[in-house]
């Protein structure tokens, strides 16, 4: 029996052979724990290009909401492949509109379409854009996502199935390590990491500023506001994981504060600071739920500076409830195996479901045409 044939779409700049090269940490995300004997992984291959070309590449991958560029330069192996993944929106639309130019006519590979922002802009597109979306969603034969509100919220959309897929880090980056004692830094030091678009810094900075009994270090490529800074609190990018770590390290606390959202906007930080240890206060949005509860990490409603005052001066006057919150987040952690291999794992068991459903449905295909076709002989 020949093994699956599954192609990786993943945007530009993942590609194994170049993304934290010499490093031999296999896939970004961790899809290549799904390799077997069943089933054999490609990924997508970043084309070399001078900044013409990229800028020509991004240009239209604003105007469509996904890179077709980078889809179409590796069109052989997404057609040659039995199934496609995706890690977002941006590929599986790239890829579901490739698939309908040329799947048909080269086996029509299965498209597992994983997306994360999407389902919280749709409100905000316009018509065109929706119908053009739903258009090549209709081509996906899988939808996932990572939370569960955003899943719901995409049955209504989209009015089928999504299927919720469990997230994951790598453990060799952040190896899990139960603490065994807490005790705070004077003065406190609080931390800070994220990039996306839905973290609320604004709230953060609000609650601890000017206050001497507290360290704020931010950690971000956003841009944010020079009216944010001060004395006791530090802006700056956090390249590489190596940045990453020293922070989480320093810190005493890991706060991961954000707006309403449906898409486990913080998800990586939290996992990640759980995984090494760390108290964690977060926004209680975004269906973050799903992965830890309030035995695990203290929750807090957005924007609101005063609980977020509470909960951290809570914290630091019983650390044995710090200590107590962590311990049960690690060993939740454990138990759930909220790694990259499970988060793989996941995919191959969709994957296996859905081609085995497909191959199920041929015969039974076959056999309603024979029942159609042989009484129209009989009347001839």
Known sequence: MQPTKVNVHLFYGADPRFYRKGENIGCLYGYHHAESPELTLTYSRDKPENKFVRLARRGLK????????????NREEILNADVVWTHTEAEHLSAALLLRLKGRARGNPMLLAQSVWLVDKWAGFGALRKW?????????????????ENAQMARGYFKRDVEQVFYGINPVDFPLQEPTAWQPHTPVRIAA?????????????????????????????????????????????????????????????????????????????????????????????????????????????????????????????????????????????AARDYTTRQFALQHVRITQEFMRKRHMDVPARASETALHVAPQRRVN
């Open 62 to 73: 604003e105007v469509l909401g996904f890179d077709f560029i980078h889809t179409w330069r």
């Open 193 to 333: 990491i994220g990039n996306d678009r839905d973290r609320d810094w604004e709230s953060l900075v609000q609650a601890f500023r000017q206050n001497p009994a507290h360290e704020v270090r931010i950690a971000t490529r956003r841009r944010v506001s020079k009216a944010l800074h001060a004395g006791n609190v530090k802006i700056a990018p956090a390249f590489g994981l190596k940045a990453a770590r020293e922070l989480y390290d320093w810190a005493d606390v890991i706060v991961v504060p954000l707006r309403p959202n449906s898409h486990v906007s913080g998800i990586t930080v939290v996992l990640e600071a759980v995984a090494l240890g760390k108290p964690v206060i977060v926004s209680d949005v975004g269906s973050l739920r799903d992965y830890f509860g309030p035995e695990h990490v203290f929750y807090v409603p957005p924007h609101d500076v005063p609980a977020l005052q509470r909960t951290l001066a809570t914290i630091v006057a019983n650390p044995a409830l710090a200590l107590q919150r962590a311990q049960a987040a690690s060993r939740h952690f």
């Open 132 to 148: 053009v979306y739903k258009k090549l969603l209709a081509r996906a034969d899988v939808l996932t996502t990572h939370a569960s």
